[in-house]
């Protein structure tokens, strides 16, 4: 039952790192029995202020107070004391532990306890707050749901009645979200009080009961759920009204069942060194003037699939046609010469895609040089060319002489993106095009693959919102441990159904 008095407190909270400022006198506070989710584009300070509140990171000013008094914690150690738990985006487990000895690890004599004993206390939280958990499975035996089980477990076990989660559904399946939130429900019922950090508004509107906003290390409101909607927490987020729609393009020149497919893959299958399959008989055709999102849990294949179809991986078997001609086993300049161009983004964008160190001009060079004439570079014709794709992108830079790791996230996949598309491709392969961007940035990156599938480019389009591949995509196809599932028309399917399919249900079972 909520009470109105608040249990935790931040009150002036202020954090910085060298020059930057990542909190400023930031004050929220959360009750027992109640969902805060803590709101704000990237680089707004979220993770920053609940690192503080977690023991993570010290404040350099304000206070944290916990049923009214003031606390300090110069360690995580400190805050589970206090009674304050953290479920991290990357869960913090071992893998070669069982869930037992992942929540046990912490205690006073290590592995040598009384494993009965702590069974019980487990099953005596799991049966409080509605969870399920194998003691005896290995972690890497579990999917993404029962390793987040996990870690809620790990913190509840150790006394936590204060629990912050950092977006906790971002690999998660639909169904694994919804028991999710039935978890953090009860919790709320059993005099819990909750901090959910996410960036997507209909899950804020779903599960929690009061909303923080953050913007640029600030605090700038904190609203009832019930009494707002999606369109003003964006426009508290980013300071101006933003239009949230996003646009499914309709199909470009090419993408009539009568057209020859663009891109062919059959029998597509890869294996490891230790010979597991990260591909298995994969199959799909995409026609130009059409978006194919991919669909799938962290580690499905996705990233297997992008760099074999690229060049950058061997394939054990099967077959990968552009037009008619097989490219399977060329090399990569080779592929994009034929007019196949691969923008991916991993969790690092600058690891793969763009040389942090350079500038935007040699960015844009590194794709281009290999087709001039003669020994030397002509760096007045790269300029140009730089210019011109911050000029049509909207790129935010002092100069393209600017070194790129300075940039924002979303404008340095502005960079890359319009780099990709500047080389006039008839397939453009896009991985995760989005990570870590801000509304507005993401928009724009949807606007653009849109502009590209009007004129009749091919789009393989992998991403990590489900709610954006249905509203984007032409197809959606779904890949569980390598193996394609499906494919479905997302104006008909419910995502309940392909959340089953991204669960290794095929499409048959599924239905």
Same mark, same amino acid.
């Given at each position: 039952?909520?009470?109105?008095?608040?249990?935790?407190?931040?009150?002036?909270?202020?954090?910085?790192?060298?020059?930057?400022?990542?909190?400023?006198?930031?004050?929220?506070?959360?009750?027992?029995?109640?969902?805060?989710?803590?709101?704000?584009?990237?680089?707004?300070?979220?993770?920053?202020?609940?690192?503080?509140?977690?023991?993570?990171?010290?404040?350099?000013?304000?206070?944290?107070?916990?049923?009214?008094?003031?606390?300090?914690?110069?360690?995580?150690?400190?805050?589970?004391?206090?009674?304050?738990?953290?479920?991290?985006?990357?869960?913090?487990?071992?893998?070669?532990?069982?869930?037992?000895?992942?929540?046990?690890?912490?205690?006073?004599?290590?592995?040598?306890?009384?494993?009965?004993?702590?069974?019980?206390?487990?099953?005596?939280?799991?049966?409080?707050?509605?969870?399920?958990?194998?003691?005896?499975?290995?972690?890497?035996?579990?999917?993404?749901?029962?390793?987040?089980?996990?870690?809620?477990?790990?913190?509840?076990?150790?006394?936590?009645?204060?629990?912050?989660?950092?977006?906790?559904?971002?690999?998660?399946?639909?169904?694994?979200?919804?028991?999710?939130?039935?978890?953090?429900?009860?919790?709320?019922?059993?005099?819990?009080?909750?901090?959910?950090?996410?960036?997507?508004?209909?899950?804020?509107?779903?599960?929690?009961?009061?909303?923080?906003?953050?913007?640029?290390?600030?605090?700038?409101?904190?609203?009832?759920?019930?009494?707002?909607?999606?369109?003003?927490?964006?426009?508290?987020?980013?300071?101006?009204?933003?239009?949230?729609?996003?646009?499914?393009?309709?199909?470009?020149?090419?993408?009539?069942?009568?057209?020859?497919?663009?891109?062919?893959?059959?029998?597509?299958?890869?294996?490891?060194?230790?010979?597991?399959?990260?591909?298995?008989?994969?199959?799909?055709?995409?026609?130009?003037?059409?978006?194919?999102?991919?669909?799938?849990?962290?580690?499905?294949?996705?990233?297997?699939?992008?760099?074999?179809?690229?060049?950058?991986?061997?394939?054990?078997?099967?077959?990968?046609?552009?037009?008619?001609?097989?490219?399977?086993?060329?090399?990569?300049?080779?592929?994009? $010469? +034929? =007019?196949?161009?691969?923008? @991916? &983004?991993? *969790? !690092?964008?600058?690891?793969?895609?763009?040389?942090?160190?350079?500038?935007?001009?040699?960015?844009?060079?590194?794709?281009?040089?290999?087709?001039?004439?003669?020994?030397?570079?002509?760096?007045?014709?790269?300029?140009?060319?730089?210019?011109?794709?911050?000029?049509?992108?909207?790129?935010?830079?002092?100069?393209?002489?600017?070194?790129?790791?300075?940039?924002?996230?979303?404008?340095?996949?502005?960079?890359?993106?319009?780099?990709?598309?500047?080389?006039?491709?008839?397939?453009?392969?896009?991985?995760?095009?989005?990570?870590?961007?801000?509304?507005?940035?993401?928009?724009?990156?949807?606007?653009?693959?849109?502009?590209?599938? $009007? +004129? =009749?480019?091919?789009?393989? @389009? &992998?991403? *990590? !919102?489900?709610?954006?591949?249905?509203?984007?995509?032409?197809?959606?196809?779904?890949?569980?441990?390598?193996?394609?599932?499906?494919?479905?028309?997302?104006?008909?399917?419910?995502?309940?159904?392909?959340?089953?399919?991204?669960?290794?249900?095929?499409?048959?079972?599924?239905?």
């Amino acid at each position: 039952m909520t009470t109105d008095a608040p249990y935790v407190e931040l009150r002036g909270i202020t954090k910085s790192f060298g020059s930057v400022r990542a909190n400023r006198a930031v004050s929220l506070s959360v009750r027992r029995g109640e969902i805060l989710a803590l709101l704000g584009e990237n680089g707004s300070g979220k993770s920053t202020l609940v690192n503080m509140l977690s023991g993570i990171y010290t404040p350099d000013s304000g206070s944290i107070l916990i049923g009214g008094k003031e606390v300090s914690f110069a360690s995580p150690d400190d805050a589970i004391r206090s009674g304050i738990g953290m479920v991290h985006q990357h869960f913090k487990l071992v893998s070669v532990m069982t869930a037992l000895e992942n929540i046990a690890v912490g205690e006073k004599g290590g592995f040598f306890t009384d494993n009965k004993k702590i069974s019980e206390r487990i099953y005596q939280v799991e049966k409080r707050f509605g969870l399920v958990t194998n003691p005896d499975k290995k972690v890497y035996n579990m999917s993404v749901g029962e390793k987040q089980t996990v870690e809620i477990l790990k913190v509840l076990y150790r006394g936590a009645n204060v629990l912050i989660l950092d977006e906790p559904t971002a690999v998660l399946t639909p169904q694994e979200t919804d028991r999710l939130f039935d978890i953090l429900r009860k919790m709320r019922d059993e005099d819990c009080a909750i901090v959910i950090i996410t960036h997507k508004l209909n899950e804020v509107m779903a599960i929690s009961d009061r909303v923080t906003v953050l913007r640029k290390g600030e605090s700038v409101g904190t609203v009832i759920t019930a009494e707002t909607n999606p369109r003003q927490l964006t426009e508290l987020m980013v300071g101006e009204p933003v239009d949230l729609s996003i646009e499914r393009a309709a199909p470009g020149p090419g993408s009539s069942p009568e057209d020859a497919p663009m891109l062919s893959v059959e029998g597509l299958t890869v294996t490891d060194e230790e010979g597991i399959r990260l591909l298995d008989s994969v199959s799909f055709e995409l026609r130009g003037g059409e978006i194919l999102g991919v669909a799938g849990v962290a580690g499905s294949g996705q990233k297997e699939l992008c760099e074999t179809i690229a060049g950058l991986q061997k394939a054990g078997s099967g077959s990968v046609r552009f037009l008619g001609d097989e490219v399977l086993g060329h090399t990569p300049r080779d592929i994009i $010469k +034929k =007019g196949i161009s691969m923008s @991916f &983004i991993p *969790e !690092d964008r600058l690891g793969m895609g763009l040389v942090a160190g350079m500038d935007i001009v040699d960015n844009v060079l590194l794709k281009s040089y290999n087709g001039t004439p003669g020994p030397f570079v002509d760096r007045a014709a790269g300029r140009a060319h730089a210019e011109r794709i911050v000029r049509d992108y909207d790129i935010a830079t002092p100069s393209v002489s600017h070194v790129v790791k300075k940039l924002s996230g979303g404008n340095i996949q502005k960079v890359l993106l319009g780099r990709e598309i500047e080389l006039s491709p008839r397939l453009l392969i896009t991985a995760y095009p989005v990570r870590g961007l801000d509304i507005g940035a993401s928009i724009t990156i949807y606007d653009m693959l849109n502009e590209q599938k $009007k +004129k =009749g480019v091919a789009i393989l @389009f &992998i991403g *990590e !919102d489900l709610d954006v591949l249905m509203e984007l995509s032409d197809r959606v196809m779904v890949l569980n441990n390598g193996r394609v599932t499906g494919i479905v028309d997302p104006r008909k399917a419910a995502k309940e159904d392909i959340g089953l399919l991204m669960m290794g249900h095929r499409a048959e079972e599924a239905s």
